[in-house]
């Protein structure tokens, strides 16, 4: 057990993420204090955690209350009716929400006296504690400094400045990079899998070569934040708009959806269209930019 400075800390919320904040928190030596909708998940906690009876004990109990809930509708629903046991206290909410969410949030609790951090976590809850284990905070700034200590327990923690919608909008955007390369992944695997390929065996070849195409990233960074779309060595358009027509191609004749790629073929072409077909396949960029797609 580490030495802490006695902090106590409410979290609402013990789902497998919630519980593994706590345990967290636990485990460093803060006097915690957990509850839960369905009292079963606190209860498991018992013996290390005290349990709180009723919503407005659990928020009492600490200068510091974590939520950690499924939505944010759920958090609503959990906080309004103890919104005045909550005034003057810390509220970290690491509920996934969009940004609008988030900034309504801390609206709601400017209203009420309290002081709003929203975070993103931006791990898996075996993660938490451990190294590549990474939190993203937006919102009052002095809630982060006073309570980074808590905060570091979890992972590594970034501060994205005071409006609380950014720690959000940086969360869904890197998931939205992370579902759309596993939906590539899994579209490959269906096109191998046609010819009875495991996807584990397809695994082993895509995850070096995914992580190898990861590395361009900044150089595809490079080309977006110059806006010229026309420098030298860079993948046109046509070639890669060649290059979807026979993915394509060969997802037809193994058999396979094709609706993964097809999105980005569509991208490619509407550029293309508006006559950008020798500039860089960056340029898909402007087309998602723009709104249209
Ligand atoms: N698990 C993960 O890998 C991801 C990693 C990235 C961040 N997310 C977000 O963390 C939030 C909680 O996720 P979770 O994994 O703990 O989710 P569950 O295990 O499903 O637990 C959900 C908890 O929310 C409670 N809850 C649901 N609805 C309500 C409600 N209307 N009022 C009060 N509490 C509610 C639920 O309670 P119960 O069903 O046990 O009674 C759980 O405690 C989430 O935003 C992820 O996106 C995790």
Known sequence: MTATDGTAVTVLGLGAMGRALAEALVGAGHPTTVWNRSPARAEALADRAAVAGTLGEAVSASPLVVACLLDHASVHETLDPVAAQLAGRALVNVTTTTPEQARELARWADGHGIAYLDGAIMATPPMIGGPGSALLYSGDDAVFEDHRAQLDLWGESTYFGPDAGRASLWDLAMLSGMYVMIAGFMHGAAMVGSEQV????????????????????????????????????????????????????????????????????????????????????????????????
């Open 198 to 293: 495991t996807a584990h065996e397809f695994a082993t070849r895509a995850a070096p070569f995914l992580a190898a195409m990861t590395e361009s990233l900044p150089a595809i960074a490079q080309v977006i934040d110059s806006r010229d779309y026309r420098p030298e060595g860079r993948q046109s358009l046509e070639f890669t708009e060649l290059a979807h027509r026979q993915i394509r191609q060969a997802s037809v004749d193994q058999g396979v959806g094709t609706e993964v790629s097809d999105v980005v073929h569509d991208l490619v072409r509407r550029q293309i269209a508006a006559g950008h077909g020798n500039e860089a396949s960056e340029r898909v960029y402007e087309e998602m930019r723009s709104g249209s797609a």
